[in-house]
């Protein structure tokens, strides 16, 4: 039972009021350390921030409200399929403006607890504060470690929704590409995240935040943080790197004013570059405070999203020294970026994977996403294995964490069926297009990779290559013959029958492209087969090891045929997970998408055809033509198609 204590209002009212006569004083002082003039701007946004925090006091005395976010929290976790996060139920018909009662909750604050499940709760915890912050859009503001609870039933449970946050939906996908860049160190793209973020006025181009050298300033952070250990350990390595730079020897003090010497020549560049007169300067750091001040801007929401996460943090931080919250960022960011098809996510997907993004094109042709693919790859293009498997580690770390309180290795089951349920999706999803758009070059890829073994590599197709040849060089070198042949006729005979080896590698000609996709679908072989198969190995009585790699390994040796004995078997981990029978009816029920998908996968196959088609140099432009329209016509015949609402 939470009753408002009276007068709390007229408190609240006096205390703003005398923080906003002395945040004007507290602004000039911190300046006049710092050694910058103070201005207007500057006393302005100091009171804006005194009237932001205003803002969310009062809001926390609107108990109806307090009633109204807490319900809407729980029912919106329910539909995520949060299970493992929950709050308090509220009793509706007790609820009065300044009386707010909800059910008893049975748990210890999360920071107390030792239960060895409590590091999992503080993912737990950092998944519902993202999902509130780039989802449902409505923001716990008030974290501290007693609105934290571990429940009686391994749940995590938040109280006090008196003060929260609106995040609107433009906001949500800028703070989503920004942590999608900031993961894959994409620092070229903040400059535009910064403008989209509100830190920087909308008048500003990323063209001058990027020169300011804000990026340089956002790689040492997201360094720092990304080792974790918070302050205490950030601040430990970063005196490491300026004791290593500077000098081991240095006191304090000396490190201190050699960085602050450096951190001056660089300003004095940074003005040089924009062509002002440093020599006419008479304070560097003034005329930079000025100018970051025209650059960059604090947003009110800022306020309440530094708060929560500072507050999560210093809870991991208690479990583990080390803890690193940009890290536990990571299996949100996956799960949502696989999940969600709004075209920013979309985008962000991609560049994390390391494919080009797909520009808007005014043609309607099936052949136009082919071609935005394609074409253009370089040594550091194309998809990301590694990056591809991290990301599907995280999605199941994210569901096994958040949709189960993951007793007996329900979790785990749970990450299985969920990662089943997107890639076996009859709609389709993001990911499930990037991986159909992999497979197609693939298959294109390893076809050609055959027909080349088979038709040009192979020492018969080299001997017939020769033989084709062999009647145009001997032409060649008889002056008599060949100046007696009519040129017809030498052209049907001999150039014809002699170009055709040419023509057929042409055709079959593997590219970089194809060297990248046979590589990555190699290494995606090395890192999942371990995980799905075991080796069966056995040891018989005198002691000798065999397994299938090495029963394979014999049998190629000595030049055998025979099907090895010992054939892998699936791994006891995957085993045990579909030995489950709701598992398999679940994952059974998503056998229909299967149909779906290789539907998809053959649309893919003909309009790389018709792409491939139409990158030949050796056919003529009709049957180009007429081969590109045939495979794309049947291409969109096969693709499954849906309604714009589906």
């Not at 009793?91 to 590091?119: A, M, N």
């Not at 391994?154 to 860049?181: K, S």
């Not at 500072?310 to 919250?325: F, R």
């Not at 491939?612 to 432009?621: A, G, N």
């Amino acid at each position: 039972v939470k009753v408002q204590r009276p007068g709390i209002l007229s408190e609240i009212a006096l205390d703003l009021y005398i923080l906003r006569l002395l945040s004007p004083i507290q602004t000039t002082l911190q300046n006049a350390v710092n050694g910058i003039k103070t201005t207007q701007e500057d006393i302005d946004l100091s009171i804006q921030l005194v009237d932001e925090w205003g803002r969310g006091f009062v809001a926390e005395t609107d108990y109806r409200l307090e009633a109204r976010n807490t319900k809407t929290f729980e029912a919106a976790m329910r539909k995520r399929g949060l299970d493992a996060v929950c709050a308090p139920t509220v009793v509706d018909e007790l609820v009065l403006d300044k009386v707010l009662v909800t059910e008893w909750v049975e748990g210890t604050r999360l920071d107390t607890d030792k239960s060895p499940d409590v590091p999992r709760l503080c993912g737990v915890a950092i998944n519902a504060y993202l999902t509130m912050l780039l989802d449902t859009g409505v923001l716990h503001c008030d974290p501290h470690p007693g609105n934290l609870l571990r429940t009686t039933d391994g749940r995590l449970c938040i109280l006090d929704w008196g003060m929260t946050l609106e995040v609107p939906n433009d906001l949500q996908y800028a703070l989503l590409e920004f942590i999608a860049h900031i993961n894959v160190e994409d620092y070229d793209s903040i400059p535009e995240d910064f403008i989209n973020l509100g830190f920087s006025p909308p008048d500003v181009t990323p063209e001058r935040l990027k020169n300011s050298g804000i990026t340089e300033g956002i790689a040492f952070s997201f360094r720092q943080l990304s080792a974790g250990g918070g302050a205490k350990k950030i601040q430990e390595r970063v005196k490491a790197e300026f004791q290593e730079r500077y000098g081991s020897d240095l006191t304090d003090e000396e490190i201190q004013k050699a960085a602050r010497a450096e951190m001056l020549e660089r300003m004095e560049s940074q003005l040089q570059s924009e062509g002002v007169d440093v020599k006419g300067v008479t304070n560097v750091m003034e005329e930079m405070s000025r100018r970051n001040r025209e650059l960059f801007q604090l947003p009110p929401y800022v306020l309440y999203v530094a708060r929560a996460f500072s507050t999560l943090e210093g809870i991991g931080l208690t479990i583990d020294e080390n803890y690193a919250i940009v890290q536990e960022c990571y299996p949100y960011l996956s799960r949502r970026l696989f999940t969600d098809r709004n075209p920013r996510a979309k985008k962000a997907l991609r560049a994390m994977l390391g494919l080009a993004n797909e520009e808007t094109s005014t043609t309607t042709s099936s052949l136009a996403a082919v071609q935005a693919g394609a074409g253009t790859d370089t040594p550091h293009s194309g998809l990301k294995t590694s990056k591809l498997l991290e990301m599907s580690e995280g999605f199941a770390s994210y569901t096994s964490a958040t949709a189960d309180v993951d007793q007996d290795g329900k979790g785990q089951t749970a990450a299985i069926v969920e990662f089943s349920k997107l890639f076996l999706d009859p709609k389709g999803s993001t990911l499930q297009d990037i991986l159909v758009d992999e497979t197609a070059k693939l298959g294109d890829a390893a076809i050609r990779s055959a027909l080349r073994a088979a038709l040009v590599d192979n020492p018969a197709a080299k001997a017939a290559a020769a033989a084709l040849r062999a009647p145009q060089d001997a032409l060649a070198q008889n002056k008599a013959l060949l100046s007696a042949v009519p040129g017809p006729l030498k052209e049907a005979l001999f150039d014809r029958p002699a170009n055709l080896p040419n023509l057929l590698e042409s055709l079959i000609a593997t590219t970089p492209e194809d060297e990248r996709v046979l590589s990555n679908i190699q290494d995606l072989s090395d890192a999942l087969g371990p995980r799905i198969f075991s080796d069966g190995v056995t040891e018989n009585d005198d002691g000798v090891v065999s397994g299938v790699r090495t029963a394979l390994a014999g049998q190629l040796s000595d030049g055998a045929l025979g099907v090895p004995q010992s054939l892998p078997t699936i791994s006891p981990e995957i085993a045990s997970i579909f030995s489950d029978e709701e598992t398999r009816k679940t994952i059974t029920d998503q056998l229909p998408g299967v149909a779906a998908l290789g539907r998809r996968i053959g649309a893919g196959l003909l309009k790389r055809a018709a792409y491939r088609t139409e990158q030949s140099e050796v056919l003529p432009e009709g049957a180009r033509k007429v081969l590109v329209d045939a495979n794309i016509a049947l291409a969109d015949a096969i693709e499954p198609k849906f309604d714009s609402e589906d």
